[in-house]
Nanobody
Framework: QEQLVESGGGSVQAGGSLRLSCAAS????????IAWFRQAPGKEREGVAT????????YYADAVKGRFTISQDNAKNSVYQQMNSLKPEDTAMYYC??????????????????WGQGTQVTVSS
């Protein structure tokens, strides 16, 4: 069974760092786009970062550019998101998603078919 499992969330103070992990099981995600989304209470789910596992090309939302870094480890079948200089507005449930597209870029949540269960990130001021 294809499954994505996120981990690494937690509570930190503003300015701190966290590293999220997204591990795939049941399949090897090559030739797909892997994306991190987040959803804060009362807000829509928004794309944060995307990596094209074919060429490691990366895409970021403006709100996180320069602070977040997405990366992949094919040997571990995992994608990571290093989050530095965290702000209270980064507080949200973070989800990873996967799917095949001819090209990745930043895509909306409705375009992805495979999702993890989410991991909570809370940043206090």
């Amino acid at each position: 069974q294809e499954q994505l499992v996120e981990s690494g969330g937690g509570s930190v103070q503003a300015g701190g760092s966290l590293r999220l992990s997204c591990a795939a099981s049941g399949y090897t995600y090559i030739n797909v786009c892997i994306a991190w989304f987040r959803q804060a209470p009362g807000k829509e789910r928004e794309g944060v970062a995307t990596i094209d596992t074919r060429n490691r090309r990366k895409y970021y939302a403006d709100a996180v550019k320069g602070r977040f870094t997405i990366s992949q480890d094919n040997a571990k079948n995992s994608v990571y998101q290093q989050m530095n200089s965290l702000k209270p507005e980064d507080t949200a449930m973070y989800y990873c998603a996967a799917d095949y597209f001819p090209y990745c870029a930043m895509r909306g949540m409705t375009e992805y078919d495979y999702w993890g269960q989410g991991t909570q990130v809370t940043v206090s001021s």
